[in-house]
């Protein structure tokens, strides 16, 4: 005779195997997710159960590895298809990033650029008017020296002759003899 509570582990452990069973044909026709959790957490066990059973850990892992189609009328969708869209997916991200670095330094060659020649450091962008300007300011400078030299030698002068002034007015006068 079988112990009483034996049997109702046993009865106990079938109940959750159906329910597993059933998450997982839920999970099949709904296209749901398919994982040890997600088959666990439907049919309301421990994951420790899928494990302990490793029978039913397979199903779990052959139901995962072939996704089900987008609908039972729609294409199928394999997992070589999944894969690959997925190898695409990561060249096409590679092949972003490395165009936007090139973008990127693009932008900032640009942009020095534009700073440089802004800030006045820069190569002038018109030499030829540079040197016309410059000989323009070259020719004001020597036109205004001459200026400057002009007045100096007119302000030695007006010097000189107040000085002159200045002497003969502080020059002592001759008397005049009283008659």
């Known amino acids: 005779m079988t112990n009483p509570m034996i049997q109702g582990r046993r009865a106990d452990s079938a109940r959750r195997r159906e329910r597993v069973l059933k998450a997982l044909r839920t999970a099949n026709a709904n296209g749901s997710e398919i994982s040890v959790s997600a088959v666990a957490r439907a049919a309301g066990v421990d994951r420790t159960f899928l494990y302990r059973h490793r029978d039913l850990l397979s199903q779990v892992h052959a ?10 009328n729609g294409p199928q969708v394999s997992r070589d298809s999944l894969k ?16 936007i670095r090139q973008l990127e330094q693009k932008l900032s060659a640009l942009l020095g650029e534009r700073v440089w020649a802004e800030s006045g450091i820069g190569t002038p962008t018109d030499i030829e008017e540079l040197q016309r300007r410059i ?20 302000l030695d ?10 002497s003969r007015l502080n020059a002592p006068r001759p008397r005049a003899s009283p008659r």
């Open 135 to 154: 000989t323009s300011l070259e020719q004001q400078v020597v036109d205004l020296t001459n200026q400057l030299e002009k007045r100096d030698q007119d």
């Open 63 to 72: 139901a995962a590895s072939n996704p089900p189609g987008t609908h039972a």
């Open 84 to 99: 690959a869209d997925l190898a695409n997916a990561h060249d096409r991200l590679s092949r972003q990033a490395t165009h």
């Open 157 to 166: 002068a007006a010097r000189a002759a107040n000085r002159e002034l200045m």
